[in-house]
């Protein structure tokens, strides 16, 4: 039970990811373009958030993991998305004012835009990681297999996302929807945590 | 074609055949005269008797040419939609600013520098290396007054909004049939380029769309502008929607047979294209228009 909702909700984090990411490119377009130079900031700031979020979640890992704490980080991630979707607007055209270089700009506003929820969602795999582990011999294939599940996430969030959800819905709707996903699923561990707990020590909850 | 082979190896031998084939290769097909590898795609210049033009290369089997040059008579617009572009002139013939967004070879600008050489010209340009090559290749010449950026289209817009610049004309032309920059084609990025219009001033835009974004592109110039104003190339695929800053389009376009005769060196048969301009509303009026929030042109364009 355990096993599979963490496996399932690293998927979700890893569709989100990359599904926040190429709408990301979208939000920035009207204030920077699509120069190459824009997506270079995005993905900078992407991978430059992916390595804060593994490094922390990595960390914070080795104070009594579980599950409860696990669903926290979904949520929280999920709450640091609003602020983009509300304010993506203003916050780009204070960059835009603030400086003529459109390089150092789109990478100002990505990393005001997209760096914390990310970040947040790049706790997810160390973390998981540590839920799953059983044994130092299995933790190898462990952290094997988790990566495989959260890259085809990220694999079906940039297919899904650049095919069709561009055509379906309006950014904003993406961005709700990446919302929804990571509040669902945060809500889903938090849901299995109490689950868990009944089962084990069962009348104290 | 098996007895043409025969003769070809029996009497010529290898090296027959390989002139043989230059011979028709050259007949047949344009030379490539240069290769350049931009930031954005790969550029070929390209030579065929007396024209010489500028080519992307995409992996669409139909060429399409971004700019051609006529050695022999070098003012000549080779294409109908550069011609029919400068049909604005009949709506203002002595525009101070002018604004173009996507440079090509520069013909455009070419024409202002000789019959308008007062006038002020900035392109936008996205690529440097076209740039380069227009000035190279197409006798593309800046000056004093004609000037390029390098710069996204939209960029360049909003910052001349914030900067309190205004243009007399704004000619949109960075479509082209293989690719639309969508934040190019959505009410906000229109509204913007009407805010830097001055009053009564006009725009030009290129457009190749077909299938369903036809109707998605012209509701969306709608939207903005109310009133549009068609040419249609009878035989490309492509358009130009002129539309104001201005109460009523219509009463701005006249014809003057001193105009008519500046511009006959360009190949601009300027009575004929104002009598093409159309008012009517051939597209689905019930589509939702384009925005910065949805603007999927590149898949509706299919």
């Known amino acids: 039970m355990k096993k599979a909702t963490v496996l399932s909700l690293a998927f979700c984090a890893g569709f989100s990811i990359m599904c926040f990411e190429l709408i990301g490119g979208r939000l920035l377009r009207p204030f920077f373009g699509s120069s190459v130079y824009v997506w270079g900031s995005i993905i900078t700031v992407f991978m430059l958030a992916l ?14 993991a579980n599950l409860t704490k696990y669903s926290f980080i979904f949520i929280f991630s999920a709450i640091t998305i609003i602020p983009t979707i509300l304010f993506s607007e203003p916050v780009m055209d204070w960059v ?60 079906i969030g940039t297919i899904l996302t650049s095919f069709y959800l561009v ?8 961005l709700w929807l990446t919302f929804a996903i990571m509040m669902i699923a945060g809500l889903i561990a938090l849901a299995v945590s109490y689950w868990e707990a009944k089962q084990i020590h069962p009348g104290e909850i | 074609m098996k007895i ?25 097909y344009a030379k490539t005269i240069h290769k ?51 049909v604005g002139l009949a709506y203002n013939p002595t525009p101070k600013r002018v604004l173009i967004i996507g440079l090509g070879g520069g013909s455009l600008p070419n024409v202002f520098a000789k019959i308008l050489p007062k006038t002020e010209v900035v392109s936008v340009e996205i690529d440097p290396a076209v740039q380069k090559l227009a000035k190279k290749y197409f006798d593309y010449k ?67 769309s077909s299938s369903k974004l036809y109707d998605y592109e012209s509701v969306t110039y709608q939207s903005v502008f109310n009133s549009l104003r068609i040419l249609s190339s009878p035989t490309k695929g492509n358009r130009i929607i002129f539309a104001c800053n201005c109460e009523n389009i219509d009463s701005q376009f006249h014809l003057d047979s001193e105009l008519e005769n500046r511009l006959k060196p360009f190949a601009i048969d300027l009575p004929m294209l ?10 689905d009026t019930s589509v939702k228009p384009l925005t910065d929030q949805f603007s999927p042109a590149n898949l509706l364009n299919q």
């Not at chain 2, 003769?7 to 047949?28: A, C, D, E, K, Y």
Request: charged share 25%.
């Open chain 2, 36 to 86: 350049e590898r931009s930031i954005y795609r790969n550029i070929v210049i390209t030579e065929k008797k007396d024209r010489r033009c500028m080519r992307f290369e995409t992996r669409k089997r139909t060429k399409s040419n971004q700019a051609c040059l006529d050695l022999k008579n070098k003012d000549r617009l080779v294409f109908e939609y550069t011609r029919s572009i400068m």
């Open chain 2, 142 to 208: 800046e000056s004093d007054t004609i000037k390029t950026v390098i710069q996204d289209g939209r960029v360049y817009i909003k910052r001349a909004i914030k900067k309190g610049q205004s243009f007399d004309w704004i000619i949109l032309d960075a479509f082209n049939g293989d690719y639309i920059p969508e934040h190019l084609l959505t009410t906000e990025f229109l509204a913007e380029t009407k805010q830097l219009l001055t009053k009564d001033g006009i725009l030009s835009a290129n457009t190749f």
């Open chain 2, 274 to 283: 104002v009598d093409r301009i159309s008012d009517k509303i051939n597209w």
């Open chain 1, 167 to 174: 055509l379906w819905l309006e950014i904003n709707q993406v």
């Open chain 1, 51 to 64: 390595s804060i979020g593994y490094l922390s979640g990595g960390r914070l890992s080795l104070y009594k």
């Open chain 1, 96 to 155: 835009f004012g603030l400086t003529e270089d459109p390089r150092y700009g789109s990478l100002t506003a990505s990393a005001i835009l997209f760096l914390i929820p990310t970040a947040i969602m790049g706790m997810i795999a160390p973390y998981s990681v540590r839920i799953l582990t059983e044994s130092k011999d299995s933790s190898g294939q462990t952290a094997g297999f988790l990566y495989f599940v959260s890259t085809f996430g990220s694999a």
């Open chain 2, 4 to 28: 043409f082979k025969g003769i070809q190896t029996r009497f010529l031998g290898p090296l027959g055949s390989i002139l043989m084939l230059l011979l028709v290769s050259n007949h047949l």
